[in-house]
């Protein structure tokens, strides 16, 4: 009886195991490696040497890689406030009706999130030109003094490399907010509209605790496509003008492939998934106690 | 108004989506004149909203109907409809190539990835196994695993052994990336299915495989949809992988090359344009074809993410 259980597990294991090795053998290791060649100053041809723990020292001292990390987390702001807001804001003015014709909404906002960065990239980049969509439409409207080349300009590069975040994730977090007030309870809003509860009111004290599972979904989701953002920035500005959109991502693969410091491009790697790990469990937490 | 209410919160549930009939009801019961102007400008910022997503599309559709070379500024209407600019891009600055080896990746991605995902999740999500949840916690740990992570010696490790510049260093890294959720994905389907018609399908004397085949399978068709897209997606969208993992400009699959030709040519805007048209069209017909697996996909996916 015993050994024929075992038996049984053993077969159940069978299953697991080639998605498992292919996961083990081309994702787990490979993040293994990189911790391990974090350790070492090698330029990824001759012999490297063991530095230990200098290549992380070197990621928080080094003015470039401190200013990527940075970029991102401010990068966060644009592309995960600002959408959440954003969908937080159409699902209160919504959430208390049903509403034909989403449909069509539905399928609009989601056309973002489908289609390649590099594809979105390379459209925005052309939008932001000398000549491009946004200066032509603030020329229209008589604000001529304020066009410039919005990627090239040390002032808005960033903030326009965001806003190109905000237009990809706004219609996915407003989707997200729309499809979870759909499973309120409607007596909930019947009781507080009995209660004499306003529009505000009723957002703040019947939607808002309901969504609670979806901004956390909202929230970690945005915050890695911020952090580990590397299509969008390659594609607009390549980092640039200077250090002012540089991003870790960009960082990894300038260090590793164009000058030669495996070891550095590695523990930048290592710190960022860190950074990603910690904040998607804070989230996470947060979202759980508060049940 | 109870009764109509406690009917609309079973259809919400069961159906999880979309107006039935009794909604028209409600509105005209619940509705008050004062709030009419909310709706409206609720409409109204997503009207806003809608039109911001279709701008920068339409602008780049616009301009890859222009003659090429020219300077194009804003969004202006074509004269003419010019398909000069997509035949120019799709022969001679070689997308054909990109869109076959894009193709070719996720035609290699996509059926390993569900095959792979659905036994793992069958077995994690059926059979009690020892150490089963561990296992289960172990791939759940890869979700959040940026590609910065395992690039670099990806790199120098799949070029040791003669996979850079190949498909197949592309197709099984790929498949190890999305594995993760692909696996999660699949056993929560398992998990959600009655345990009665594994156990009675057992009873009938039938082997662990014949139940996976004969039994579960045929009802995994929607799940195994959703994922499939949403592999097809992730493998068709991924730019860094094969931005390193692939030098060989034959290669190169759709993003990635669209990223290098555009650092080439910035001026020639009409067959960036088509260029990039070209490389967003397939994964937006995929779109139009499976939008309900993929609405669910993203949405659900992420919830359970």
């Known amino acids: ?291 | 108004m109870k009764a109509v209410n406690d009917l609309k919160a079973t259809t919400d549930v069961t159906t999880g989506a979309v107006e039935s009939v009794t909604t028209g009801v409600t509105t005209k019961t619940t509705v008050n004149r004062a709030s009419r102007a909310e709706r409206w400008s609720g409409y109204a910022l997503l009207t806003v909203m809608a039109i911001a997503v279709v701008v920068p599309f339409l602008s780049v559709f616009l301009a890859s109907l222009r003659p090429a070379g020219e300077p194009v500024t804003g969004l202006a209407w074509p004269v003419e409809w010019n398909l000069a600019n997509y035949r120019r891009a799709w022969t001679v600055a070689g997308f054909s190539d990109l869109i076959r080896s894009s193709l070719v990746v996720a035609l290699g991605v996509v059926p390993a990835s569900l095959v792979l995902a659905t036994l793992a999740g069958y077995a994690l999500g059926t059979m009690r196994l020892p150490g089963g949840n561990a296992v289960a916690a172990f791939f759940i740990a890869g979700l959040t695993i940026p590609v910065e992570l395992i690039v670099v010696p990806l790199y120098f490790d799949l070029r040791a052994v003669g996979l850079t510049n190949t498909y197949l260093g592309v197709i099984l890294v790929e498949i190890a990336l999305f594995m993760p959720f692909s696996v999660f994905w699949m056993r929560t389907h398992f998990r959600a299915t009655p345990p009665s018609l594994v156990e009675a399908a057992r009873i009938d004397g039938a082997s662990s495989g014949t139940i996976l085949l004969r039994v579960l399978l045929p009802l995994a068709r929607p799940s195994l949809m959703t994922l499939g897209v949403l592999v097809f997606m992730w493998s068709w969208n991924q730019f860094l992988l094969v931005l390193v993992l692939i030098q060989d400009a034959t290669l190169r699959t759709a993003p990635a090359g669209l990223g290098f030709f555009v650092g080439q040519n910035n001026t020639d805007v009409p067959t960036l344009a088509a260029g990039t048209v070209i490389v967003m069209l397939p994964i937006m017909i995929v779109y139009l074809l499976f939008q309900r697996s993929f609405v669910t996909g993203l949405l659900q996916g992420a919830m359970k993410g």
Request: hydrophobic fraction near 50%.
């Open chain 1, 1 to 291: 009886m015993e050994s024929s259980h075992r038996r049984g597990a053993m077969r159940g294991y069978l299953y697991v195991l080639p998605a498992l090795a292919v996961y083990v053998v081309f994702a787990v290791l490979p993040a293994l490696h990189t911790a391990y060649l974090s350790l070492f100053d090698w330029d990824g041809v001759t012999l490297g040497s063991w530095v230990g723990l200098d290549n992380y020292r070197e990621v928080f001292r080094n003015p470039v890689l401190l200013r990527s990390l940075v970029n991102a987390l401010a990068l966060v702001v644009f592309f995960s406030f600002v959408p959440i807001l954003t969908g937080l804001l159409t699902t209160a003015l919504l959430s208390r009706y049903r509403r034909p014709g989403m449909g069509v909404y539905r399928l609009l906002f989601m056309l973002p999130q489908i289609v390649p960065l590099v594809a979105v990239g390379v459209t925005w980049r052309w939008l932001y030109g000398d000549d491009g969509l946004v200066n032509e439409a603030l020329r229209a409207v008589g604000l001529d003094g304020i066009t410039r080349a919005w990627l090239g300009d040390f002032d808005t590069a960033l903030i326009a490399v965001g806003l190109v975040g905000t237009w990809v994730l706004s219609g996915l977090c407003t989707m997200l907010f729309l499809s979870g007030v759909h499973k309120v309870d409607p007596s909930l809003y019947e009781a507080a509209r009995l209660d004499g509860a306003g529009p505000v009111r009723e957002f703040v004290s019947v939607t808002l605790p309901q969504l609670r599972g979806e901004l956390a979904i909202a929230l970690t989701v945005t915050m890695v496509a911020a952090l580990a953002s590397f299509d969008i920035v390659y594609v607009t500005t390549n980092g640039g003008p200077g250090e002012q959109t540089t991003v870790p991502g960009l960082l990894v693969y300038r260090l590793a492939f164009s000058d030669g410091d495996v070891g550095l491009a590695s523990a930048l790697g290592v710190v960022l998934s860190c950074l990603i790990l910690g904040l998607v469990y804070v989230v996470n937490r947060l979202s759980r106690s508060e049940t």
